[in-house]
């Protein structure tokens, strides 16, 4: 007889069977015999991804965030075996369709009730700290 429980946070729904998800590697953890090691390139990638990101990382920085890829791409494999011939192709996670309203033209706000609570009123507009080119 099949037990009925939910699925713990190890395990995902596979079809009607219930299979384990391997954990991600944690920090410290010796590599297991068969998983594939850390690459040159899957650190180069690591560090263009940082320096496109405009992100200075160090190199132990860098050792970490290859294994996070590295472990967020096992995951991928895991749900590549997955079996979704049965699942429609969907472009969203749901049938809903936005509501909207006409846009008619109508009275706005007073200009003196908006301005009320402007931490610069110079009615009939508001000042705002310059953001660019200086603090003039």
């Known amino acids: ?9 190890v395990e995902f729904r596979a079809g009607k069977d219930f299979a384990p998800c391997p954990r991600p590697p944690l920090q410290g953890d010796a590599p297991s015999p068969g998983r ?13 991804s940082a320096e496109l990101a405009r992100l200075e990382i160090t190199a132990e920085e860098a050792l970490a965030l290859t294994r996070d890829f ?5 995951h991928f494999e895991v749900l590549s075996t997955l079996d979704v011939d049965e699942v429609p192709p969907t472009l969203g996670g749901s049938d809903l369709v936005d509501v909207t309203r006409a846009d008619l033209p109508r009275a706005s706000l007073p200009v003196d ?18 953001t660019v080119g200086g603090s003039e």
């Open 1 to 9: 007889m099949r037990d009925s429980s939910p699925p713990s946070a």
């Open 36 to 48: 594939r090691t850390m690459s040159e390139s899957q650190l180069d990638l690591v560090r263009r």
């Open 70 to 74: 590295e472990a967020i791409l096992r």
């Open 113 to 130: 009730d908006l301005l009320r609570n402007a931490p610069d009123p110079q009615p009939p507009y508001y000042g705002v700290p310059k």
